[in-house]
C-alpha cells in the first residue's frame, strides 16, 4: 500500500460532536465523534474526486483512560504525533495525505486515459468503542478502508483493549500467561482447521492459504468477548489478498 496522504485545509469539515459516540454498557463515560470529510477533483477541472473520510469516537475529560485512548487515535491510528488533540491530528494527518496525493496525481493523471478512475484515491477510517467486556474492560474497533490505485483496495481492522480504570491498553501478555502461549496456538490451529473443515494445518493452507505467507502467532490485534477472545489476522499478514481477514475465537479457559 501506498504511502498516507491528506487534502486541503480550506476543504476540511471537522468537528466534535457531543453524544455522538457509540455507547457502551458501562455508565459515566462522556462519548463525542471527531469527523473529518473531504472530496476534491483530482485535477483541475476534473469531474473524478478523491475522498477522505474520518470518523473516531473520543471521551470526554482527562480521565487515564481517555488520555490514553486520544494517544492510541493520534499516535496508533492515524500515525501523526505531536498534536494535542484528536482534531487537530486529523487536520494535520489531512494536510499530509492531500499534499502527497496532489503529487502523485499531477504527475500520472490524464484526462483522456481510459484508466483516470483509477486515480479516484480513497482513505477511510472509523472508530468506535463495544460493548465492554464486564466493568474492567474498555473495547475499541478502528476499520481503515483505502483504494490507492491498483487492481484493489485494502480493509484493515484493528481491536484495542483498556482498562477503565487506570486506562492502559492490553497488550496479549496481559491475557495469555506465561507459559501458556503454545496452547493458546495449538487451540487456535485446531479451532482454524474446525472452521473450515481442514484435517490439520497442511490442509488448511491448501484449502484457504492460511499459514502461507507467516504461521500463526499471538497477536495484539484481539478482542475479548465474554468467555472468549477473537484474534484477527489482516490481509497478508498469515494469508495472501483473497483469504480475506482470518479471525479465529477460542475459549478464554483454553489460555487459563
Given at each position: 500500500?501506498k504511502?498516507?496522504l ?29 469527523e473529518?470529510?473531504i472530496?476534491n477533483?483530482?485535477?483541475p ?17 482527562d ?13 496508533s491510528?492515524?500515525?501523526?504525533s ?7 491530528t486529523?487536520?494535520a ?17 490524464d484526462?483522456?486515459s ?17 460493548e ?13 478502508d ?35 502461549e ?16 481442514a ?29 472468549s477472545?477473537e484474534?484477527?489476522f ?23
Open positions: 500500500m504511502k498516507l491528506i487534502l486541503p485545509l480550506a476543504a476540511l469539515a471537522c468537528a466534535c460532536v457531543p453524544g455522538a459516540g457509540t455507547q457502551t454498557e458501562a455508565p459515566g463515560l462522556e462519548w463525542g465523534t471527531a473529518l470529510s472530496e477533483p483530482i485535477a477541472d476534473a469531474k473524478e474526486t478523491y475522498h477522505i473520510a474520518v470518523g473516531l469516537d473520543t471521551l470526554a475529560g480521565s487515564g483512560l481517555a488520555l490514553q485512548l486520544s494517544a492510541v487515535l493520534r499516535d491510528v492515524l500515525q501523526t505531536g498534536h494535542a488533540t484528536v482534531r487537530e486529523m487536520i494527518f489531512a494536510d499530509s495525505v492531500e499534499a502527497e496525493w496532489k503529487t502523485e496525481l499531477a504527475e500520472w493523471y484526462p483522456d481510459e484508466y483516470k478512475d483509477m486515480y479516484q484515491y480513497m482513505y477511510e477510517i472509523k472508530g468506535s468503542a463495544l465492554s467486556r464486564g466493568d474492567s474492560i474498555l473495547s475499541y474497533v478502528v476499520t481503515m483505502c483504494y490507492l490505485g491498483g487492481a484493489h483496495g485494502s480493509h484493515v481492522v484493528r481491536y484495542y483493549n483498556f482498562y477503565k480504570e487506570s486506562g492502559k491498553l492490553l497488550g496479549i501478555g496481559d491475557v495469555v500467561p506465561i507459559g501458556k503454545a496452547s493458546v496456538l495449538k487451540a487456535m490451529e485446531q479451532q482454524l482447521c474446525k472452521d473450515w473443515g484435517m490439520n494445518l497442511t490442509d488448511l493452507q491448501e484449502k484457504t492459504g492460511i499459514t502461507m505467507l507467516g504461521g500463526l502467532y499471538l497477536t495484539n490485534n484481539f478482542l475479548l468477548k465474554g468467555d477472545i484474534f484477527l489482516n490481509q497478508y499478514e498469515i494469508a495472501p489478498y483473497a483469504a480475506g481477514l482470518i479471525d479465529v475465537t477460542i475459549p478464554l479457559p483454553a489460555i487459563r
